[in-house]
């Protein structure tokens, strides 16, 4: 089990362009989360999906922010006119099941953005 | 939505004591409650979780104590040895009336000093 994959680990990009990121999560697993680690506002949960279908997206910057999941064995967030802000750890978990009293959370090791 | 306060930002203790971190949360809802530990330039790994039914729950050296009423846990890790230290999060899950999400606290920067 190779646990969940993203990539790019480290991704440098211009002010004003798109950045992004891919997600794989465990296979099997029916949830996939997208959470945004930074200094200043710690753990911030941007996204789920569960069974491919958007469930929650309340934790998106609305205008710029999108996130996908075409097929159960990906998932993307893709990042339009990045700004320093975006500048964080964007961290996706995936889950094997998603109960109302809650599932652990699998994380993979996160991609670095940072916007210059 | 649901908050969560982690109380300790940093801690430091002697290899050999326990390390104690304590979070507070503000949904009554809430009925489930991770811990993850992440290490420098990793993910986040869960190392043990407690639910609503119960109060106590221990995995070798972690103790989580969960006291409903005062909507308090905390995290007990006894004979602390210097491979624990890294940052630990504790979590609460909200059910958000689509599903749930775990709400993160800020972070316990753990050091176990030699």
């Known amino acids: 089990n190779a646990g969940v994959i993203q990539t790019p680990r480290h991704k440098v990009t211009g002010k004003g362009q798109e950045a992004t990121l891919w997600c794989e999560p465990i296979s099997g697993h029916s949830a996939v989360f997208w959470y945004r680690q930074t200094i200043v506002q710690g753990l911030e949960f941007l996204t789920y999906f569960r069974n491919q279908a958007p469930i929650d997206d309340s934790g998106m910057p609305k205008e710029r922010f999108s996130a996908q999941m075409p097929n159960q064995s990906h998932s993307t967030l893709k990042i339009q006119s990045t700004q320093p802000q975006d500048s964080a750890v964007y961290l996706c978990?995936?889950?094997?099941?998603?109960?109302?009293?809650?599932?652990?959370?699998?994380f993979g090791e996160g991609s670095r953005l940072i916007v210059v | 939505g649901e908050k969560v306060e982690q109380h300790e930002s940093t801690l430091s203790v002697r290899e050999g004591d326990s390390a104690v971190i304590n979070c507070t949360y503000t949904d009554t809802a809430s009925s489930y409650f991770p811990w993850y530990k992440q290490e420098a330039g990793k993910g986040l790994h869960f190392v043990i979780d407690?639910?609503?039914?119960?109060d106590r729950k221990q995995s070798q050296r972690l103790i989580v104590l969960l006291d409903k009423k005062a909507k308090r846990f905390s995290l007990h890790i006894t004979a602390t040895q210097p491979e624990d230290s890294a940052i630990y999060f504790c979590?609460?899950?909200?059910?958000?009336?689509?599903?749930?999400?775990?709400?993160f606290g800020t972070g316990t920067l753990l050091s176990v000093k030699p």
């Open positions: 978990a995936s889950s094997p099941r998603q109960g109302d009293s809650g599932n652990t959370l699998y």
């Open positions: 407690i639910r609503s039914n119960v």
């Open positions: 979590a609460a899950s909200y059910y958000g009336g689509s599903g749930n999400k775990l709400i």
